[in-house]
């Protein structure tokens, strides 16, 4: 009886596997040959699952999206745990920022992809078709919920200047400029100001 395969599975085999390798050589310098010698597989076999190079890295990007967000939530739950109260809107707004400081190997790597992606993007004229700022101007409404709900004043403009803060800090730790530990201890600093009691 012949193997039944998981479609799914073998998806997330190869994109796991393009995350790792454009972790470790660079975005620019993945190519469908690589990420099937990454994975183990035949080149032939990725490009059944990807018919091009932007499919692939398309699909990546939209897994790591969906694990920011789970790594979100697992934040949220850890920081309220114990806690019969839902999580106030700072704990919430806190879990996301801190999730954009790459702080273990995954959320390097979720950021390295995702910087190198954007910088792709504006040149690239197959990626630069594709809706990229769909998930930050989502994520930038998401805290500007988050902010209206504890009465913040101008959360829009809070969101913005929230999401740029967290970003650059993002990449200073990437760039070796300060630790994670740094990086975090400086969005506390602001959040702390942000959300002082009037």
């Known amino acids: 009886m012949p193997k039944l395969v998981d479609h799914e599975e ?3 085999l190869i994109i796991d ?3 790792r390798d454009a972790a470790r050589t660079g975005l620019h310098a993945v190519t469908m040959r690589s990420v099937a010698q990454e994975a183990g597989i035949s080149v032939r076999l990725v490009q059944y699952y990807f018919d091009t190079k932007e499919q692939l890295l398309l699909a990546a990007l939209t897994r790591l999206g969906v694990r920011m967000g789970e790594r979100v939530r697992d934040r949220v739950r850890a920081a309220t745990a114990g806690s019969a109260a839902p999580p106030s809107p700072r704990e919430i707004v806190e879990a996301v920022l801190v999730e954009a400081v790459p702080t273990d190997e ?3 790597t979720f950021h390295l992809v995702y910087t190198a992606y954007a910088v792709l993007s504006v040149t690239d004229p197959a990626l630069a078709g594709q809706s990229f700022l769909a998930a930050p101007d989502e994520m930038e409404a998401f805290l500007v919920d988050r902010l209206t709900a504890a009465t913040v004043t101008d959360p829009h403009l809070e ?3 929230l999401l ?3 970003a650059g800090l993002g990449l ?3 760039l070796g400029q300060r630790t994670p530990e740094a990086a975090t201890a400086v969005l506390h600093h602001h959040l ?3 959300f002082r009691a009037p």
């Open 192 to 194: 702390g100001r942000l």
């Open 164 to 166: 740029a803060l967290s």
């Open 159 to 161: 969101a913005v200047a």
């Open 10 to 12: 073998r998806r997330a």
């Open 172 to 174: 200073s730790v990437l």
């Open 106 to 108: 995954e959320s390097r």
């Open 17 to 19: 596997a393009l995350l």
